[in-house]
């Protein structure tokens, strides 16, 4: 992650590298399966698009995160070579005859 991350979570919060990865560390956020897949790369010279469909099994703050989502990743290079994630965005997939939930993370 670049130190200026950005995250925006399905329920709408803006987090950044450290609120992520304290959530992480802390076990707030636990995945238990996470399968990718559909993933599209775009290349913009030192950019790069990724979007996904991500299905998951998981926990954040003690409620269930299962489901599916689609996500978009955006990496820059920097000077190093190296790429960086510097913004997430997940929207929650919901099938017919379902209602929008609020998640909590």
């Known amino acids: ?3 200026d991350y950005m995250a925006i979570t399905p329920s709408g919060i803006i987090q950044t590298k450290e609120e992520t990865l304290q959530n992480f560390r802390s076990g707030r956020v636990r ?3 996470l399968t990718v897949s559909d993933r599209k790369v775009r290349f913009y010279g030192v950019t790069a ?3 996904s469909l991500a299905e998951i099994q998981g926990t954040a703050a003690d409620n269930s995160i299962a489901g599916r989502y689609r996500y978009t990743r955006v990496y820059v290079r920097d000077a ?3 790429w960086k994630i510097v913004s997430f965005e997940a929207s929650r997939i919901i099938g017919p005859g379902q209602r929008k ?3 909590s993370h």
């Open 31 to 33: 995945f238990g399966s």
């Open 80 to 82: 190093q070579g190296q």
């Open 101 to 103: 939930r609020s998640d």
């Open 1 to 3: 992650m670049a130190d």
């Open 49 to 51: 698009v990724v979007t």
